[in-house]
């Protein structure tokens, strides 16, 4: 099949807001500059930014600090994060809340003395998490949507799936990127001078999940396929409260943000018994990793709402104060036939975000020239668990900087490398191999990917289940690869792409099995029933996967613990005595 090719200086995979943000920046640095943001959908229209509801987490407020965010962050990543990362982020966000505000245009909640609202989130010890009520994804991603269409100079690449990162001829960097135009079905390869990874993360391979459907990690699995190292890969975080529809509804498994607990909302077994208490003296404001394992240790034992999760309860708060802070879910449940401003919801943990992605430097870089990420993609910042309201913070701090960042580098380095022909064309037969297979079940493909993480790579973790699910997973593998998909039109062709997604979703889900299997310890998002101790926090490696010649392998390395050590805390005057 021919493949189309053209070039462009900076290109941005992904329109969340870490991908928005990268254009605007690199915009801004020099608009002579072409720049072209790819997505797998439409702008402004697909992807996980636009999906958050809780906030930002941002020191802005009297009596906060920026250390102290950043305390939280890594007791809450269980000292695993990069602290250099988690250190950037921390203290970049104050500055581009200010600029959402300011230059991009969003309007977040504020206090009657006009200083920006902040409500709780699980986990920290402030309430500096800030919102636009609890539609906080969709202020951020219309207001950057309507930015960059302001802009002629930023190209727009709708309804683009990329299918392949291709080096260059010598190995030495990276070279552009294969894609598969879904409108017309054709390949094409964009030669680039700079790559941002930004397509998100997305685990959408368990039974219950958050993310769009469009999310199936397609980046993290293009980056594994380079030989790229991919940190924290068994570091799936799962949101304690997915709502919980019944098995004939995408809604269920849609989250409840975690505003919810935060403001004084209970958890209720079927019983209608409040149980955090028996797990956590934090009780609801817990982490959301022991949240979740309190839900699934109640599902486990049986006492369960009618379609097998636990309840929410907000109705004694006050039905009006529910209805006015949380409109958007009040409206959500009530569509689904809840009612969450009075009376009780069924709830379950539901995958959310994944902690693990390909290795970065601060300032977005990585160890392939050419490549950068940002956003879901990107590893490190958060560890073992990631603060609610640190997502959108992570993926609008980096792709700022990104876009800052590619410029100044394209300016010493903006020479066109020829691609690797043998990979380009290997990928394009790659991503063409279902069309000459006969045709097949891809939903029951699906379901057993489903059931198989849920169930043995999920909330809580053993050796016997994550060997099984390793085997289920070729096993699976293996039949995706004998099923095919009718080779007849190629436009708009959803089957094929159903199988694509199928691919990168398992190809992903054995990394994670495969770390999860490594790390023999019980640290944040990461259980393991049988090593239930959390290790020497002293001692924390991180686990880093590679695939080498086809072959998978997982080693480790030591936590730098470049700001603090377990056992201390951060003085207030570090970074200015720094």
Not at 60 to 80: A, P, V, Y
Request: hydrophobic share 40%; aromatic share 6%.
């Amino acid at each position: 099949m021919t493949i189309e090719r053209t070039t462009t200086d900076i290109l941005i995979l992904g329109s969340g807001g870490a991908g928005l943000f990268a254009a605007l920046h690199a915009h801004r640095a020099d608009p002579d500059l072409a720049v072209v943001v790819a997505t797998k959908g439409l702008l402004g229209k697909c992807g996980c930014t636009r999906m958050v509801q809780g906030g930002y987490n941002v020191a802005l407020h009297k009596g906060d600090s920026i250390e102290r965010h950043f305390m939280d962050t890594i007791e809450g990543g269980k000292w695993l994060p990069d602290q250099e990362l988690a250190w950037t982020l921390v203290t970049r966000a104050v500055e581009r809340v200010r600029e959402l505000e300011n230059e991009v245009g969003c309007f977040f909640d504020r206090n009657p003395d006009g200083s920006l609202h902040g409500k709780a989130f699980a986990g920290q010890t402030f309430d500096r998490t800030v919102h636009k009520g609890d539609l906080t994804g969709i202020e951020i991603i219309n207001r950057l949507m309507e930015q960059v269409w302001a802009r002629p100079g930023i190209a727009r690449l709708e309804e683009h799936r990329a299918l392949a990162l291709i080096p260059s001829r010598d190995g030495a960097s990276l070279a552009g990127v294969l894609f598969a135009d879904i409108r017309s079905g054709a390949l094409r390869f964009i030669a680039a001078g700079a790559v941002l990874l930004a397509t998100g993360g997305g685990p959408t391979m368990y039974r219950y999940h958050t993310p769009s459907g469009d999310k199936s990690m397609d980046g993290i699995a293009m980056a594994l396929r380079l030989g790229l190292p991919l940190r924290d890969m068994e570091m799936v975080q799962f949101h304690p409260t997915g709502l919980l529809a019944g098995p004939d509804t995408r809604m269920t498994g849609t989250v409840l943000e975690e505003g919810l607990r935060g403001s004084g909302g209970h958890l209720l077994n079927g019983a209608m018994t409040r149980f955090m208490g028996d797990y956590d003296p934090d009780l609801e404001r817990a982490t959301r990793d022991v949240v979740s394992r309190a839900i699934y240790a109640e599902m486990r034992a049986g006492r369960t709402s009618p379609h097998g999760g636990v309840y929410i309860k907000m109705g004694h708060l006050g039905p009006e104060r529910v209805a006015r802070e949380f409109k958007g879910m009040v409206d959500r449940c009530r569509d689904c036939g809840f009612d969450l401003a009075g009376g009780v919801v069924e709830v379950v943990p539901t995958a959310h975000y994944f902690m693990g992605g390909l290795m970065c430097n601060p300032d977005t870089s990585t160890g392939l020239p050419g490549l950068f990420v940002a956003g879901e993609d990107a590893s490190g910042m958060h560890g073992a668990n990631r603060l609610g309201g640190n997502g959108v913070a992570n993926s609008t701090v980096f792709g700022g900087i990104a876009g800052d960042v590619i410029p100044a580098w394209l300016a010493k380095n903006n020479l066109r490398r020829a691609p690797d022909e043998d990979v380009l064309h290997t990928e394009a037969a790659r991503a063409q191999h279902p069309f000459g297979q006969k045709a097949g079940d891809l939903n029951h493909l699906r379901e057993k990917l489903l059931d198989t993480m849920w169930d043995d790579v999920g909330v809580i973790r053993d050796a016997a289940g994550l060997d099984r699910a390793d085997l289920a997973l070729d096993a699976i593998e293996a039949e995706l690869l004998a099923t095919g998909v009718p080779d007849g039109e190629r436009r708009f062709n959803l089957t094929w792409h159903d199988w694509l997604n199928l691919r990168s979703l398992t190809e992903v889900s054995r990394v994670i099995a495969r770390a999860a299997r490594w790390r023999e310890n019980s640290r944040g998002a990461h259980f393991r029933a049988d090593f239930p101790a959390p290790g020497d926090l002293a001692a924390s490696r991180f686990s880093v996967a590679r695939q080498v010649r086809g072959k998978l392998a997982i080693t480790d390395e030591p936590v730098v613990f470049s700001h603090v050590r377990p056992g201390e805390t951060l003085l207030k005057d570090k970074a200015a005595a720094e």
